[in-house]
């Protein structure tokens, strides 16, 4: 068995009672942003809202720069990341194959 969230107000509120419940019962947890991992999930492989942050970011500096709006590139983010939890993964008795952190954009211990 294992735990897979999807976005939304009510996971994101209660994302730590979810962590711990999942603990509990040494259920992996996937989440879909990079926090969650932080606050003890297992796994996430979503957007890096920093970067689109990033990119946002470049759009405001280019308008107040005095480029017209209407004159900026239409811009897609389209890179997911996956975040895995090397402590969670060995509280829950799991061990993460060398195929799943060597894809992983970032291993937190």
């Not at 990341?81 to 993460?96: C, S």
């Amino acid at each position: 068995g294992a735990l897979f969230l999807v976005s939304g107000a009510m996971v994101s509120s209660q994302m730590p009672a979810i962590v711990e419940a999942a603990k509990a019962k040494r259920l992996p947890t996937m989440f879909y942003e990079r926090s969650a991992v932080a606050a003890g999930g297992l796994a996430s492989y979503g957007v890096n809202y920093y970067a689109v942050g990033r990119l946002a970011a470049g759009h405001v500096q280019r308008v107040l720069s005095g480029t017209p709006a209407a004159d900026l590139p239409i811009e897609s983010y389209d890179r997911f990341e996956l975040v895995l939890n090397a402590r969670t993964a060995r509280e829950i008795g799991l061990r993460l194959p060398a195929s799943i952190l060597g894809r992983a954009d970032q291993v937190l211990e």
